[in-house]
């Protein structure tokens, strides 16, 4: 994570892209239009008037430069997320781009999502708003090691300190038989790696969903996912066996994951044939 305070420029990066160019436009009619409009005497507050005046231009200019970032920087998440085609692809993450993810899912959900990016986290990594809840998420990008209670009995603490509604705790495998139980009856959530794809998985058909204009192109947009993992199936082509020259859907996983389609299945994105 970036070190010390966030500067507006970061800040600016890490929002939606729009926020640059409101925050631009509102400075722009600010020193443009409504500081002219201000009468004094004061010969001291009219020269700095019109000095700030005469910057308005500039301020504006200079907020405009994040918009353009910070919109690949979103679309960059939103690719971060429609990627993933199993747990191994998401615990190859580095541990930012796990929060990203984690972010951006939870985004597509209906959250207002608020991410960490700077400086010592205090054990919260991403803030979620909905329905006037306020929920506080942990993210642990162990590849191998199941998470523990104390890191459990952190987040109540977290939970407590932050006047917060809900805790969520989040990674790629697993936990204690402890933390389970620590967390249970509180308003503490454990999602771990199975849980965590399925979600990725639901929001990547929702995006789906949302693309398409009608019946018949859903069913053929979700007929090229794989149902075994999630990831686009692919055209192919048998090069040897009895079916050999017959054209097949093949998961784009191969070869972590073999699943397919015979001919008969077959569905386009463009259409049938």
Same mark, same amino acid.
């Given at each position: 994570? %970036? ?15 729009? &926020? ?18 201000? /009468? ?17 231009? $500039? ?18 998440? %939103? ?6 085609? *199993?747990?191994?692809?998401?615990? =190859? ?14 985004? %597509? ?5 608020? /991410?960490? !990016?700077?400086?010592?986290? !205090?054990? &919260?990594?991403?803030?979620? $708003? ?16 199941? +998470?523990? +209670?104390?890191?459990?009995? /952190?987040?109540?603490? +977290? ?15 697993? $936990? ?7 967390? *249970? ?54 090069? %040897? ?6 054209? $097949? ?12 389609? *015979?001919? =008969? ?9």
């Amino acid at each position: 994570m %970036r070190k010390g305070q966030p500067k507006l420029f970061d800040l600016l990066l890490d929002a939606p892209w729009w &926020v640059s160019v409101l925050l631009a436009a509102c400075t722009y009619l600010t020193f443009a239009f409504i500081f002219p409009l201000i /009468e004094t005497n004061n010969p001291f507050i009219n020269m700095f008037k019109a000095a700030f005046t005469n910057m308005g231009p $500039f301020l504006s200019a200079l907020l405009l430069l994040p918009a353009p970032f910070a919109y690949f920087n979103g679309r960059r998440k %939103r690719q971060l997320v429609d990627v993933q085609s *199993d747990i191994d692809s998401i615990k =190859a993450l580095s541990w930012k781009a796990f929060e990203e993810l984690v972010a951006e899912a939870y985004r %597509r959900q209906g959250y207002r999502v608020i /991410e960490n !990016g700077f400086g010592p986290d !205090g054990g &919260v990594d991403v803030k979620l $708003f909905k329905d006037n809840v306020v929920t506080l998420v942990q993210c642990k990008q162990w590849r191998s090691k199941n +998470v523990g +209670v104390s890191v459990i009995r /952190e987040m109540f603490g +977290v939970l407590t300190a932050q006047q917060a509604q809900k805790v969520i705790v989040i990674c790629c495998g697993g $936990f204690t038989a402890d933390a389970v139980a620590f967390a *249970d009856g509180k308003p503490i959530q454990l999602i771990g790696g199975t849980e965590l794809l399925t979600m990725v998985k639901n929001v990547q058909v929702e995006l789906v969903m949302q693309q398409v204009s009608n019946t018949a192109e859903l069913v053929t947009a979700i007929n090229n996912l794989c149902p075994k993992c999630g990831a686009h199936l692919v055209e192919r082509q048998a090069k %040897r066996g009895v079916n050999i020259g017959n054209s $097949f859907l093949g998961c784009s996983a191969f070869p972590k994951c073999r699943f397919t389609k *015979d001919s =008969a299945n077959l569905l386009k994105i463009q259409g049938q044939k």
